[in-house]
Every structure is written in structure tokens, then in C-alpha cells.
């Protein structure tokens, strides 16, 4: 059970390029979420999606697009990337609605994405 | 105004003893949750514990324990007998609402927990 999968997990990109980081989730969840963590931070949401083929703007989402085609997949794109798009990047998806209790309100974190952009 | 506040940048405690790591959030929903997450150095995000608004006992899971107070809007982690591993970032975190819209969490700065030997 592999449970939040991203790729890759580390990437350097030069200033312009674009990129797109995958994350994968095979626990049927519904919501799915994309974070940023720039050193010595929490996590800021970025996009988020409620099902699939729908997509949120979070805190940050300016210099992103997402997608959602798949259920189990949420795409997070850079399409010019600029070194202040450095960060370490966090999938996560969760049950859908969150209900009562710690297991009502688990959230599935993916290992992280260290992206730099040079 | 910051949403979650976590004013203990960095922290150390002796091996073995109990230590608080402080947390204050800022809402006006009636219904929210209150998240504590490990951060090792490897980078996983690893959950520790979570409290509902309307829990009426604080949360507990092994070592861990929540002390919330609803009115003054904390919710402090209390780790119990402090162990070497337990050195790592700590974030405290909260989701607003029960609405139909998701377990979106907003994040403190995190405190980092240095266990001394």
C-alpha cells in the first residue's frame, strides 16, 4: 500500500523552464492537496482539489496551475519557474467530508518534492 | 493577523522529561480541528494528534497530549518523557469549518524540539 506517492522527489530547474510534479494517492480519497514549505516555515496551501476534475486556489497559488483528470492523481505545474519557487513541495489527500475524531480527519502526507530553481 | 501562532522558534529539554510546546490560533468558525505534526529531519510530515472544537476531553496518543483551552484559544503539546528520536520540527496546525470543503490546514512556523542526552 503505497499510500501518497510524488515525483520526482528532488529537481533542479533553471529560471523559465517548467516542470510538473505528480502526486499519486491509492487510498480513494477524494480531496487532494498541494503545500509549499520554504525554509524554516510551515506549509502553505497552494491548490487543493475536491474530487476529480475540480481545482481550488489556496494561499499561494500564483505561479502554479494543477489538474485533476484522474481520482487518485493531482498534478501541480510550474510553467516558468523563478527562484523564489525554491521550496520543498507536500502532496496530501484526505477522506471526504472530514468528520468527528482523529480518524475522521487523517491527513496523508507525501514525502516531499525539493525543487530548485537556479 | 497570524491563524496560528507558535512563539517558541527553539526549544531543548533533558532527556526523559516532559515538555510543552505552545500553540494559539485565531478563528471565529464554532467548528474547527487542531493539528500537531512531527517534521524529522528527513522531511516527512508525521501526525501526531488531532483535537476537535467540540471534543470535550483533550486528545491523547501514547506520549502525546493536547492541552486545549477552548477560551483562551490554545492548544499546547505536551510530550511526556522525552526521548532522543523526539528531536525534530513541530507544526501545529488548524482546518476550519466542517464544511464540504476539505481538511485544508493552515500552519504555525514550527518549533524546533532539541532532546538533550
Known amino acids: 500500500n503505497a499510500g501518497v506517492t510524488q515525483t520526482p522527489k528532488f529537481r533542479v530547474l533553471k529560471t523559465g523552464q517548467s516542470m510538473t510534479l505528480l502526486c499519486a494517492q491509492d487510498?480513494?480519497?477524494?480531496?487532494m492537496y498541494w503545500y509549499r514549505q520554504d525554509p524554516g516555515m510551515g506549509l502553505r496551501l497552494i491548490h487543493y482539489?475536491?474530487?476529480?476534475?475540480?481545482?481550488a486556489k489556496g494561499e499561494v497559488p500564483d505561479g502554479y496551475n494543477v489538474s485533476r483528470l484522474k481520482k487518485q492523481n493531482f498534478l501541480l505545474g510550474l510553467e516558468s519557474a523563478a527562484p523564489s519557487q525554491t521550496s520543498v513541495y507536500f502532496c496530501?489527500?484526505?477522506?471526504?467530508?472530514?468528520?468527528?475524531?482523529?480518524?475522521?480527519?487523517?491527513?496523508?502526507f507525501g514525502e516531499g518534492s525539493w525543487l530548485t530553481v537556479v | 493577523a497570524q491563524k496560528i501562532t507558535q512563539t517558541q522558534p527553539g526549544m531543548f529539554v533533558q532527556e526523559k522529561e516532559a515538555v510543552t510546546l505552545d500553540c494559539t490560533y485565531d478563528?471565529?468558525?464554532?467548528?474547527?480541528?487542531l493539528f500537531w505534526y512531527k517534521q524529522p529531519s528527513s522531511g516527512e510530515m508525521i501526525f501526531l494528534i488531532y483535537?476537535?472544537?467540540?471534543?470535550?476531553q483533550n486528545a491523547t496518543e501514547g506520549r502525546y497530549s493536547l492541552n486545549f483551552q477552548k477560551a483562551r484559544k490554545s492548544a499546547n503539546l505536551v510530550i511526556s518523557a522525552s526521548q532522543l528520536g523526539d528531536s525534530a520540527m513541530y507544526f501545529c496546525?488548524?482546518?476550519?469549518?466542517?464544511?464540504?470543503?476539505?481538511?485544508?490546514?493552515?500552519f504555525g512556523g514550527g518549533t524546533r524540539l532539541m532532546v538533550k542526552p
Open positions: 496530501a489527500s484526505s477522506y471526504s467530508p472530514p468528520t468527528r475524531g482523529a480518524s475522521g480527519n487523517t491527513i496523508y
Open positions: 487510498m480513494n480519497h477524494e480531496y
Open positions: 482539489s475536491v474530487g476529480e476534475g475540480t481545482t
Open positions: 478563528t471565529s468558525d464554532q467548528s474547527y480541528g
Open positions: 483535537q476537535g472544537s467540540y471534543d470535550e
Open positions: 496546525a488548524m482546518r476550519e469549518g466542517m464544511r464540504n470543503a476539505g481538511n485544508m490546514l493552515t
